[in-house]
């Protein structure tokens, strides 16, 4: 009895099993290697497609060109050649035969270059614009002998082959259902003239691959909405790999902490410094401590110039006792104070009354006023 080994088949991923959806982040970084839900099954049935439409209505035309050409060419191998012993120069052939060839390119540029607007507009609206020269990069991983077993046992190359049984298949009915009727009149096409036999077998094939290239439209929808679905499950994460992408784009909180601890520390200490310079300062008496500043060279209201709650306030007390600040205990102004100005900020005019009376205060103590 075999077994297998399923893990073999597993998708590996950091963190465990991939059940999150990917997010924008990895969709952009995945289409900037070029890896995009895309059906070449779509670009292949309409460019099929688009070439027997041109061929029933223009390869009369085309046949017409190819046999002027013919018949030119021939024309013009006893003008342009000498003949010895019966033979053709080697150089004169190339001359002639470059001629053809060019004559037949500028024959068959068009078809050719309306397949190549139809591979271009069916990969825009597939995917939309974006070039990209990332899956032109060799890519060393790719010999790795164990990952090139997991892609011919892998879920991909059974679908590929589901895909290519289905394609044989529905071209053979297709073939064997239009033909069935016309044996009989392919078989006597030796009793018409040799226009009659081309055309009747130039219409017999375009109709054919007309009925073919419809039918194929419906495997390459099919197949475009698998790649859909296999993109998106290819494309999905662990929940670590959501996390340390959250982390690569908003920052390590453990990092983002300490900046934050940095920058408190640093305003702590610049407003400890600015301390000294204070009129006054407003307390609660012991969980707020705000302190004023009035300067009218500097500023046309009170500034609030340090503040703290429970120990910083409590620090701000014991440096404005060291530098003989007085300090004023006022409640509500301290609790007002606190809660709606920032350091750095005038007083509000709805408190400039309330201030005022305190830095009056102040100054009549120090004998200012």
């Not at 900037?32 to 779509?42: D, F, L």
């Not at 050409?69 to 024309?75: D, E, K, L, V």
């Not at 003008?79 to 012993?85: A, E, R, S, Y």
Request: aromatic content about 10%; some cysteine; charged content about 20%.
């Amino acid at each position: 009895m075999i077994r297998y080994n399923l893990q073999f088949f597993a998708k590996e991923g950091m963190g465990g099993e991939k059940t999150e959806p990917a997010t924008q982040k990895k969709l952009n970084d995945a289409r900037k290697k070029g890896q995009v839900a895309k059906s070449r099954e779509i670009t292949n049935g309409l460019e099929l497609l688009a070439l027997f439409l041109i061929l029933k209505f223009w390869v009369g035309n085309m046949g017409v060109q190819f046999l002027e050409i013919f018949q030119a060419m021939y024309n013009r191998i006893p003008d342009v050649t000498v003949f010895w012993k019966n033979t053709l120069p080697e150089q004169d052939i190339s001359i002639i035969f470059r001629q053809m060839l060019l004559s037949v390119l500028m024959i068959i540029a068009p078809i050719l270059l309306i397949g190549y607007l139809i591979a271009f507009v069916t990969d825009v609206a597939q995917v939309k614009w974006k070039p990209s020269l990332e899956p032109m990069k060799p890519k060393f991983n790719k010999l790795n002998p164990i990952s090139g077993f997991k892609k011919i046992f892998s879920v991909n190359a059974l679908v590929e082959l589901v895909k290519s049984i289905a394609k044989i298949g529905l071209i053979g009915y297709i073939c064997y259902t239009y033909l069935k009727d016309k044996w009989p009149i392919l078989f006597n096409l030796y009793d018409v003239t040799l226009m009659q036999a081309l055309q009747l077998a130039a219409n017999t094939v375009t109709d054919l691959g007309i009925r073919i290239a419809v039918f194929y439209m419906l495997i390459a929808f099919a197949d475009f909405a698998y790649q859909k679905i296999k993109f998106a499950n290819d494309m999905k994460m662990t929940k670590q790999e959501v996390k340390e992408e959250f982390k690569q784009q908003e920052g390590d909180p453990q990092i983002k902490g300490k900046i934050r601890q940095k920058m408190s520390e640093t305003s702590m200490r610049r407003m400890m410094q600015s301390l000294p310079q204070a009129d006054v300062v407003i307390t609660n008496p012991t969980h707020y401590a705000v302190a004023i500043k009035y300067d009218p060279q500097v500023a046309d209201a009170p500034l609030v110039i340090a503040k703290g709650e429970d120990y910083l306030a409590a620090r701000i007390k014991e440096v404005a006792k060291e530098n003989k600040i007085e300090i004023v205990e006022n409640k509500p102004l301290a609790r007002m104070l606190y809660a709606n100005v920032d350091i750095g900020q005038s007083v509000p005019p709805e408190l400039y009354q309330a201030v005022a009376d305190v830095l009056a205060f102040v100054y009549h103590l120090q004998g200012k006023v």
